[in-house]
């Protein structure tokens, strides 16, 4: 397999761990908090809500172009992010572990 189909196969299982414990939500984002200029959204949406309509759309949108994806440098990618947005929540294990593989897959 190559980094792009890995990646792939990890997206689909972050969105899907993401719904089956309720991190996943069917409320729609506004315009304005898509376009925060902070980083993960902070300023207008939780971590898990950036996961739902900014980070998984955009690398969706790069694999569907077969674009290059970006690079992790070891400890800077988003899991830091994750493990404090998600720390102690019911049901976060498995995807605090696909965030984890989703680093590790695109490491430079």
Known sequence: ????????ILLASLQQEMIS???????????EALMS???FCVDTMNFSEWLQFVFIPRMQSLLDA???LPKMVKGQGIEPMASEYFNNKLGAKGVLNLIRQLDEVMQD
Request: hydrophobic letters at 35%; aromatic letters at 8%.
């Open 1 to 8: 397999m190559n980094v792009h189909s890995d990646v792939a």
């Open 21 to 31: 414990n309720s991190f996943w939500t069917s409320r729609i984002v506004s315009a």
């Open 37 to 39: 200029q902070q980083p």
């Open 66 to 68: 077969q674009k290059e």
